[in-house]
């Protein structure tokens, strides 16, 4: 039986046609199947339909053609024959004009051809059997309008999230209802999420390993990868296929690296295609280089700076201007997931991204300075600097996201309006904030300590909280500071001559 040529419109159910009481049909032979579903509806009185079916219709006839002697011979198995032969998913037989009832031998013919038999009763016209398909067709396509919609919507949160590609594979899978693997360059899976429709759960241990239907569709599914995996002219960007009751589908991702991405699913749905081609760009922008500048422009920055270059000079191959360094750490998660941080600098709008093992840093244009939170993130902003100030801004962006940890703030920018300390000479300044803070120079902890309680106004809650230690041991290093300061830290002058050296 040839596959039906379906338009890219969603089925209807059978049975909801069966359902609609102003029409009063009436299934009376052929197996009763609630998954039968027809394409559209089609009119015709011709003894041989075949030529003229293009699959999967409901066909209405009201028996015009149909010789007197019909019952006594073999013509309605040879007519539903090349009805079934043709990919008609139904027939409807109108009682009216032509015939008081439904030949009985028609209705043999389809339950030994399994072809399901509607009855139309007379005052049903086949014209508003059409028209009641269409608008079931309508409503069945306004609802799949609205389910992609929503997939597209919840991938792209998905890919905004602190593990963006493990988010957009969990929501793709469950939005088709099957499984989805991320497969690398050299064929290897890279992430996966969901049930792989006929194989083992994607990321739980091998353990029903040897299952020869469930191995069979996963190999499957990595061989159809292979088949649009980048090798050169004429290569496919998609590609699907069905093994053991699976539909499979693999697309090309489009950075051009050999990244894949591979969807099995029970069923393949009209809007399955664009759903999983959505999670495909996605997956296109979080596995590729997000370009704001030629890769060849950064490579040689870098390679400057390595070589001694100053960043003044660096910084016109990265584009003139004024910058901001970011700092961030995801809400939950691991920061040094490089997926993660990609995802982040395409977020800010710069592939000048650094993963660090506690904190994600990001160099980022002034103009591009992110105004707003970005979901699933913690952020400190540093104040807008020349690229001679890099370094001052990476300070600055530390300070800030450690007040953004105390006070539990999405955001936090650095103050940066002048201050008295601008009316210093900065090698007195330094000179000065080296010798105050030579008791405790040794301590890199206990100058973040002193550093963070001070910002903080002397809370012992909120910097236990930004330092990530008990508040006892707050109380303990400040108390240590006082002592080898032999400073009295309860009086303000002290504290702001403290916090004035160590903004040096």
Same mark, same amino acid.
């Given at each position: 039986?040839?596959?039906?040529?379906?338009?890219?419109?969603?089925?209807?159910?059978? +049975?909801?046609?069966?359902?609609?009481?102003?029409?009063? @049909? /009436? &299934?009376? =032979?052929?197996? $009763?199947?609630?998954? *039968? %579903?027809?394409?559209?509806?089609?009119?015709?009185?011709?003894?041989?339909?075949?030529?003229?079916?293009?699959?999967?219709?409901?066909?209405?006839?009201?028996?015009?053609?149909?010789?007197?002697?019909?019952?006594?011979?073999?013509?309605?198995?040879?007519?539903?024959?090349?009805?079934?032969?043709?990919?008609?998913?139904?027939?409807?037989?109108?009682?009216?004009?032509?015939?008081?009832?439904?030949?009985?031998?028609?209705?043999?013919?389809?339950?030994?051809?399994?072809?399901?038999?509607?009855?139309?009763?007379?005052?049903?016209?086949?014209?508003?059997?059409?028209?009641?398909?269409?608008?079931?067709?309508?409503?069945?396509?306004?609802?799949?309008?609205?389910?992609?919609?929503?997939?597209?919507?919840?991938?792209?949160?998905? +890919?905004?999230?602190?593990?963006?590609?493990?988010?957009? @594979? /969990? &929501?793709? =899978?469950?939005? $088709?209802?099957?499984? *989805? %693997?991320?497969?690398?360059?050299?064929?290897t899976e890279i992430a996966s999420a969901g049930r792989l429709a006929g194989t083992r759960a994607a990321g739980r241990p091998a353990a029903d390993a040897g299952h020869p239907t469930?191995?069979?569709?996963?190999?499957?599914?990595?061989?159809?990868?292979?088949?649009?995996?980048?090798?050169?002219?004429?290569?496919?960007?998609?590609?699907?296929?069905?093994?053991?009751?699976?539909?499979?589908?693999?697309?090309?991702?489009?950075?051009?690296?050999?990244?894949?991405?591979?969807?099995?699913?029970?069923?393949?749905?009209?809007?399955?295609?664009?759903?999983?081609?959505?999670?495909?760009?996605?997956?296109?922008?979080?596995?590729?280089?997000?370009?704001?500048?030629?890769?060849?422009?950064?490579?040689?920055?870098?390679?400057?700076?390595?070589?001694?270059?100053?960043?003044?000079?660096?910084?016109?191959?990265?584009?003139?201007?004024?910058?901001? %360094?970011v700092h961030a750490v995801p809400t939950t998660g691991d920061p040094g997931q490089a997926l993660a941080a990609s995802a982040l600098g395409a977020a800010l709008g710069s592939p000048l991204v650094d993963l660090a093992a506690d904190v994600v840093r990001v160099l980022v244009p002034a103009e591009r300075e992110p105004l707003a939170p970005q979901p699933g993130w913690t952020l400190g902003v540093s104040a807008a600097v020349e690229p001679r100030d890099w370094a001052l801004a990476d300070t600055q962006a530390a300070r800030a996201l450690a007040r953004a940890h105390a006070t539990r703030a999405a955001l936090v920018r650095h103050g940066g309006r002048p201050g008295l300390a601008a009316l210093v000479p900065p090698d007195e300044a330094e000179a000065h904030a080296r010798a105050l803070l030579a008791p405790i120079a040794g301590s890199p902890a206990l100058l973040d300590t002193l550093r963070t309680w001070l910002s903080l106004h002397g809370s012992w809650d909120r910097t236990a909280v930004a330092l990530a230690v008990h508040r006892n041991t707050v109380r303990q290093r400040v108390a240590k500071c006082a002592a080898l300061l032999d400073a009295d830290l309860d009086d303000p002058d002290v504290r702001m001559e403290l916090w004035f050296a160590l903004r040096e």
């Open positions: 039986m040839p596959d039906p040529a379906v338009p890219p419109t969603p089925p209807v159910p059978l +049975a909801a046609l069966l359902a609609r009481e102003d029409l009063a @049909l /009436r &299934q009376i =032979a052929g197996p $009763v199947d609630p998954a *039968a %579903v027809i394409h559209w509806a089609h009119t015709s009185e011709m003894a041989d339909p075949y030529p003229y079916l293009l699959g999967g219709e409901l066909l209405l006839t009201a028996g015009v053609h149909v010789p007197e002697a019909a019952g006594s011979g073999a013509y309605f198995d040879d007519y539903v024959a090349r009805i079934v032969a043709a990919g008609g998913a139904a027939l409807g037989f109108g009682v009216a004009p032509v015939h008081d009832t439904v030949p009985r031998a028609l209705v043999a013919a389809c339950d030994a051809y399994e072809l399901p038999l509607i009855e139309v009763p007379p005052q049903t016209t086949f014209s508003g059997v059409a028209r009641a398909v269409w608008q079931l067709m309508a409503q069945a396509r306004l609802a799949e309008l609205r389910r992609v919609t929503e997939a597209q919507q919840s991938l792209a949160a998905a +890919a905004s999230r602190p593990d963006p590609v493990p988010s957009v @594979l /969990r &929501q793709l =899978a469950q939005r $088709v209802g099957g499984g *989805a %693997v991320l497969y690398g360059p050299e064929g469930r191995d069979a569709a996963r190999d499957a599914l990595a061989e159809l990868a292979q088949v649009v995996r980048p090798s050169g002219p004429g290569t496919p960007t998609s590609a699907t296929h069905t093994t053991a009751g699976v539909h499979l589908a693999a697309y090309a991702l489009g950075a051009g690296q050999g990244f894949v991405l591979g969807v099995a699913a029970p069923t393949r749905d009209p809007g399955d295609h664009t759903i999983a081609s959505v999670a495909a760009v996605l997956l296109s922008l979080l596995t590729g280089e997000h370009q704001s500048g030629s890769g060849a422009a950064r490579s040689s920055a870098l390679v400057r700076l390595l070589l001694g270059g100053r960043p003044e000079e660096v910084a016109v191959l990265l584009g003139a201007g004024r910058w901001v %360094v």
